[in-house]
Nanobody, 123 residues
Framework: QVQLVESGGGLVQAGDSLRLSCAAS????????MGWFRQTPGKEREFVAA????????AYADSVKGRFTISRDNAKNTVYLQMNSLSPEDTAVYYC????????????????WGQGTQVTVSS
């Protein structure tokens, strides 16, 4: 099991950048695929990005491709989401998630979830 704590959310203006962090505890972090998801009220949680164990493979939702970058530092047990060119449509609670698998998963079928961090982008 992996315990996850997100940070870095906040209120920004359209066009700004923000970096989210997800600190993980647990010995299985380096063997976990990590994902970022987001959710707005009344909508289902949606996939944003995911990264493989070693960081060599990544996947992105079409809506964030070219603007967001996922990365990880296994020595620090942390995964990041760099978000550039933010728009009001990116406003959501962002969650990180972990799954012990070798496959980069783009659905919500992850094992462990953080509590989320709010990102609000004003126009």
């Amino acid at each position: 099991q992996v315990q996850l704590v997100e940070s870095g959310g906040g209120l920004v203006q359209a066009g700004d950048s923000l970096r989210l962090s997800c600190a993980a505890s647990g010995r299985t972090f380096s063997r976990s695929v990590m994902g970022w998801f987001r959710q707005t009220p009344g909508k289902e949680r949606e996939f944003v990005a995911a990264i493989s164990w070693g960081g060599g493979r990544t996947a992105y939702a079409d809506s964030v491709k070219g603007r967001f970058t996922i990365s990880r530092d296994n020595a620090k047990n942390t995964v990041y989401l760099q978000m550039n060119s933010l728009s009001p449509e990116d406003t959501a609670v962002y969650y990180c998630a972990a799954k012990q698998t070798i496959v980069v998963v783009t659905t919500t079928r992850y094992d462990d979830w953080g509590q989320g961090t709010q990102v609000t982008v004003s126009s």
